[in-house]
Each structure stands twice: as C-alpha cells, then as structure tokens.
C-alpha cells in the first residue's frame, strides 16, 4: 500500500526565515506529487503539483518542491517566510496507475511568528 | 460559482442516529470523493467514485455509506456503526488527475 510520510509535524519560524518541509512517499511506480495548504479557518487549497519534466517546481506564493526520484521525495520550500503563510501543509500522491487514489500525509502545521 | 458545496458546514447527531452529508459539484468532474480530517492523522479516504453509479471503498469506509446516483451529487451518510464519527469530513471532486475540495462539514457526535 502506498503511504506518505511528513516528517515535521509542527514547525516555528520567525518571519523571513526559510523553510523546508519534508514528504517522502512509498510507492516503486510513476506518481504525481502535490502540496496542498489549508489556511486557518479555509478548505484545502493547492499549492503546487509535479506530474512529469522538470523536477522543481514552481508553486503560488513562492512556494516550490523538488521531486527526487531516487529518496522518494517531494519537499516544499520557500526562501523567506510571511507570517501569512501560518496554515497546515499536506503533501499528496496518486499513483498513476491507481490514478483515481490520491493518499496524503499527516500535515505539517506551520506557525511563522511576526 | 463553480465549485464543491458541502452542507450543512455543521452537524450534531445523537448517538446511535444516522446523518447524511451533502456534496455537491457543478464543475462536471466525473470522480468524487469522501476523506476524514482528524488532528495529527492527515486525511484519510473512506470512500471514491469514478463515474455515476460506481463507488469503491477507501482505506476507513466501515461504518460509512454513499451513493452516486447523479455525476453532480455523492452523498455520505454517516451510520450508527462508525465508532468513532466525530470529525472533519471533506468532499473532493478529481480535474485532470488533481483533487479539489469543498470546504468540509464538522460533525459532532453528541
């Protein structure tokens, strides 16, 4: 069974601060990637997606992730942080041969402090 | 507007009560989904459709009911038989293999 994992569960930043969250998932087949954020009090919104080509990619808000395909990996990152960005971060697979099947992670709660 | 419309956005049920949970697309997506949001667990799927009058199971789907009797509707009841149903449930429909969400229902088993 594919599985995704976020490995930081709460993270504390100051503003301007960069940030690195990690998403390793389980699956050996073709995938698509995606970071979604759920802002306090809004519904999950996406953020940015991989399918194929180039493997960084470029997100909204400044936000990008690379997938490496070799550690299974689609990290987020974003330079300089904005006390806006506080939300909660999931990162999300569908296999492309179950593509109907999207499988998230456990979240990543980002608290940026002005 | 285009989009996902769930409702009601809040909902307390008695124990031992069925309750339905409405979902509703107008974006003409032909797969829906339903996930459950718990702190520190992530979504969790309990249950999908890939075209009218076809759903499949997810991972949690025991005690949970659906239909899809129309392309813009999947319903989830949500049956006496779930233990544990106080939650977030959140309504997903599928655009060229990426996933958008209403804006989710809070159930509160009371």
């Known amino acids: ?114 | 507007d285009g989009g996902i419309t769930q409702s009601p956005k809040y909902l307390f049920r008695k124990e031992g009560q069925n309750v339905t949970l409405s979902c509703e697309q107008n974006l003409n997506h032909d797969a829906m989904y339903w996930y459950r949001q718990d702190p520190g667990q992530g979504l969790r799927l309990i249950y999908y459709s890939q075209i009218v009058n076809d759903f499949q199971k997810g991972d949690i789907a025991e005690g949970y009911s659906v239909s899809r009797e129309k392309k813009e509707s999947f319903p989830l009841t949500v049956t006496s038989a779930q233990k544990n149903p106080t939650a977030f449930y959140l309504c997903a429909s599928n655009a060229g293999n990426t996933i958008y969400f209403g804006e989710g229902s809070w159930l509160t088993v009371v």
């Open chain 1, 1 to 114: 069974a594919q599985s995704v994992s976020q490995h930081n569960h709460h993270v504390i930043l100051s503003e301007a601060a960069s940030l690195e969250l990690g998403c390793n998932y389980s699956y050996g087949g073709t995938v698509n990637l995606f970071w979604y954020v759920q802002y306090p009090g809004q519904h999950l919104q996406l953020l940015l997606k991989y399918f194929s080509g180039d493997p960084l990619v470029k997100g909204i808000k400044g936000f990008e992730a690379e997938f490496i395909k070799s550690k299974f990996s689609f990290n987020l990152r974003k330079p300089s942080v904005q006390w806006s960005d506080t939300a909660e971060y999931f990162c999300a697979v569908n296999a492309l041969d179950n593509f109907n099947k999207f499988y998230f992670g456990s979240g990543t709660k980002l608290n940026v402090k002005p």
